[in-house]
């Protein structure tokens, strides 16, 4: 592997270094390092013209559907879809066809991503057997493969006898749970959160307490049984109340929330365009907000996208039929770039600590999340905060199309990533500069 040269790159949005990666790893990094001088062969210079430079992001939640909905996206195309979205891991959820929860199973998604080579793809094992929430799966000698995160997501674990057991086994062999917190029995029939504009458009209401009331009780069966759990997808203001006493407590709870419910709102319903379904549902304003100084203050840890790719023929349908779900990998970045950094609500070190390092660390990581400094492995997103750019479903790496952003212009976009030094994205303008040969 040839040696790698980043000119004029700027660490976390701050002042510009020269950066050289060698065998994977960040080699040197200095504001006076020259090329020229470094002895051996070639080195490929890049030059950043200021862009800013931010460990590799990492996604806690996305639905990549290899097995069994390959029509939709596959280990391949959705490893794409993460690398130009800025992504060097990711991790896969259990609903596909068959359900990850057997270690074979889990063995193949992770071998496919590795293959492939644009991504780390790690399996999540489904906590219940085919996920219907009755029998445990083989989390055990899952987790002595390549699993560390477990979840039903698509569906919550809802008999509470089942989620405790889940708690102690989670516990003993160290792993993370991951709750879809969704009570099924009070979201029958419901297709939008429920308020003033899924009454006002007739439309089934899946209100706040379907979600929190689960939050409330696996975070006090945390505080009783141990062991970690995780929130996927917070969406309401008092998921957010619920976790800010949990970690109050000391409760071994973290939490993620999504760019769409960060960004949209139950407003967008008034089409009635199915590509604004998605569970749990869009909030209101006030969710949002919530949602967004919980991130700010660390009651929520991360950002996770959820992507969902669904085909047409499920998302292009009446409002009531279409599947939920959106896409996220490519316009993740983006919009938190929007919504934290050009609102001048916080700084890219913030974005690098909820996309990168908080997701790492939680998953234990070693490879990931890392700073940017001498040693550290090259796993890195270069990011150009102005290269304006709208979004074309047809145009996305994912094979799915079904983003809720057709038509929106961001400002910021991703110029390139890197994983273990090698380049996985790379837009059109950010071609190499100059190759440096050295005569030494
Ligand atoms: O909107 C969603 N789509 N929420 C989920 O929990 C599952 C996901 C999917 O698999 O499509
Ligand atoms: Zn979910």
């Known amino acids: 592997m040839g040696k790698i040269g980043i000119a ?166 160290d792993v993370l749970l991951a709750q879809h917190a969704e009570d099924h029995r009070m979201t029958e029939d419901a297709v939008a959160h429920e308020g003033e504009t899924a009454a006002r458009l007739g439309l089934g209401g899946w209100p706040r307490v379907a979600e929190e009331s689960v939050v409330a009780r696996d975070v006090i069966m945390t505080r009783d049984y141990g062991g970690r759990l995780h929130i996927c997808h917070a969406s309401t203001e008092g998921t957010v109340e619920l976790l800010r006493w949990a970690k109050a407590q000391g409760i071994g709870v973290s939490a993620e929330a999504t760019p769409h419910h960060l960004l949209l709102t139950d407003e967008k319903l008034e089409s009635y365009d199915g590509v604004y379904r998605v569970n749990p549902p869009l909030r209101e304003q006030r969710d949002t907000i919530a949602l967004r100084d919980a991130l700010l203050d660390g009651t929520i840890d991360v950002v996770a996208t959820d992507h969902a790719p669904h085909g047409s023929e499920d998302k292009c349908v009446e409002f009531e039929h279409a599947k939920p779900g959106m896409l996220g990998l490519e316009t993740s970045l983006p919009i938190i770039a929007q919504v934290f950094v050009e609102s001048g609500l916080a700084d890219w070190r913030f974005v690098a600590k909820v996309m990168s390092e908080r997701p790492a660390e939680i998953l234990r990581l070693k490879d990931q999340g890392r700073p940017i400094a001498e040693g550290e492995p090259a796993n890195l997103v270069l990011v150009d905060p102005g290269a304006a750019w709208t979004v074309e479903g047809a145009k996305l790496r994912s094979k799915a199309s079904n983003t809720p952003y057709e038509g929106t212009e961001f400002a910021t976009s991703i110029a390139l990533t890197m994983l273990r030094g090698t380049v996985t994205y790379r837009a059109e303008d950010t071609a190499a500069e100059t190759t440096i040969t050295s005569t030494k």
Not at 20 to 36: E, S, T
Not at 81 to 100: D, E, H, L, Q, Y
């Open 8 to 173: 004029n790159v700027r660490p976390y949005g701050e002042d510009e270094v020269q950066l050289l990666i060698d065998d994977g790893v960040i080699a040197a990094i200095g504001k006076d390092l020259n090329f020229d001088e470094i002895e051996g062969e070639s080195v490929e210079v890049i030059d950043a013209g200021g862009k800013v430079l931010l460990p590799g992001l990492v996604d806690m939640h996305v639905h990549l559907r290899e097995p069994g909905r390959e029509d939709t996206e596959t280990i391949a195309t959705g490893s794409e879809a993460a690398a130009k979205g800025g992504f060097t891991a990711v991790f896969t959820m259990a609903n596909t066809s068959p359900v990850i929860d057997q270690p074979f199973l889990a063995d193949a998604v992770w071998e496919k991503g590795q293959a492939y080579g644009k991504c780390d793809v790690y399996p999540v094992g489904a906590i219940t057997q085919n996920l219907e929430g009755t029998q445990l799966s083989e989390i055990g000698l899952m987790s002595q493969g390549h699993v560390r995160m477990f979840s039903d997501d698509g569906k919550c674990v809802n008999d509470p006898q089942v989620m405790r057991r889940a708690v102690e086994y989670a516990k003993a062999y």
